[in-house]
């Protein structure tokens, strides 16, 4: 069966550094959308980076996390990381690795999805 299993999560002191991972299993990894989102307390899940495969231009990031942090992928490994370089207090999240297939049939269903559990990044003095 699918799993996104994350990692590198944790404690970090503003200004500092996190690198998260992200491990899937169980389906074509290349064939998906690799993507980081986050959500804190009291706040809707947002998109924080995502990374496509197979093409020029390839990445996307919030204004937000522009300059600070960096999203790649491993398709030999099935792995996609975020490292966070910069970082600020309201960077704390918990954060989602998430997979989207990159393409549909026309007039068939919706691309399957999954979605880890989730990994807590705090930053705080």
């Known amino acids: 069966q699918v799993q996104l299993v994350e990692s590198g999560g944790g404690l970090a002191q503003p200004g500092g550094s996190l690198r998260l991972s992200c491990t899937g299993s169980?389906?074509?990894?290349?064939?998906?959308?690799m993507s980081w989102y986050r959500q804190a307390p009291g706040k809707e899940r947002e998109l924080v980076a995502r990374?496509?495969?197979?093409?020029?231009?390839?990445?996307k990031y919030a204004e937000s996390v522009k300059g600070r942090f960096t999203i790649s992928r491993d398709n030999d490994k099935a792995a996609v990381y975020l490292q966070m370089d910069s970082l600020k207090p309201e960077d704390t999240a918990v954060y989602y690795c998430?997979?989207?297939?990159?393409?549909?049939?026309?007039?068939?269903?919706?691309?399957?999805?999954?979605w880890g559990q989730g990994t807590q990044v705090t930053v705080s003095s």
């Open positions: 998430h997979a989207r297939q990159h393409y549909t049939i026309p007039g068939g269903p919706a691309p399957d999805e999954y």
């Open positions: 169980g389906f074509t990894f290349n064939m998906y959308a």
């Open positions: 990374i496509l495969s197979g093409l020029a231009i390839s990445t």
